[in-house]
């Protein structure tokens, strides 16, 4: 397992563990596919997995010192997800694993990634399905606040398209956002978001069933 080639379906499969755990067994249909990477057959819901980090210098020296596995976990199921190169939340929610560095490295800041995002569903770029999600995986921690922010920033990138996402899910290692961004009205004051927890136990097990 440890010199496998790094994929991105870690990720996709992460995201919806989380999904199916916190929104219900109706996502256990999800499939993963590309274009975008979480798909209903129906083509009832379609879902684009992505990821945001800010390209700091302090935030690649802060990496590489988690990639350097100090203090790594006692117990053998976390001795296998070290082993295996990923290790997204480990170590109190700082661990990155050696073949998830490159995909976090790549990674585009939040607002970029969502202008991107955004771009690419309005063109049709990711077929043909009713309903749109973005899912996106941050390496920084996000406020309350920062969260509204995001929804308000995504809801008017995409205010005057035809196609657009009509769900946004904030993966901060410890804890899922569930966005609404059909909700987001400044003007009445009205933001949907539920916030789910993702317990130390919770995160272990949402690794274990990704590595598969």
């Not at 480990?90 to 771009?119: D, F, H, N, T």
């Not at 390496?139 to 009509?166: A, C, F, P, W």
Request: proline share 2%; net charge negative; with cysteine.
């Amino acid at each position: 397992m440890a010199g496998r080639k790094f994929d991105t379906c870690f990720f996709e499969r992460y995201a919806k563990n989380t999904l199916e755990t916190f929104l219900g067994n109706s996502y256990s249909a999800l499939v993963n596919e590309d274009r975008p990477d979480l798909q209903m057959p129906d083509h009832s819901l379609g879902i684009e997995v992505t990821r945001a980090m800010e390209p700091r210098k302090d935030v690649a020296r802060e990496l590489l010192l988690e990639m350097s596995g100090v203090e790594s976990p006692a117990d053998d199921e976390l001795r296998q997800i070290v082993r295996s190169g990923y290790g997204y939340g480990l170590q109190e929610g700082r661990y990155v694993g050696r073949l998830e560095y490159e995909y976090w490295r790549l990674a585009q800041p939040l607002r970029r990634i969502i202008e991107s995002k955004v771009g690419k569903v309005g063109s049709g770029f990711y077929g043909d399905f009713r309903e749109y999600g973005l899912y996106i995986f941050c390496k920084d921690h996000l406020t309350e606040e920062e969260v509204i922010l995001t929804m308000e920033y995504t809801s008017d990138l995409q205010r005057h398209l035809d196609i657009r996402y009509s769900m946004m899910y904030l993966s901060l290692i410890d804890r899922l956002y569930v966005c609404d961004l059909s909700s987001v009205d400044r003007t009445e004051h009205l933001t949907k978001c539920t916030s789910y927890d993702i317990s130390r136990k919770m995160c272990k097990d949402f690794f274990l069933k990704s590595l598969d």
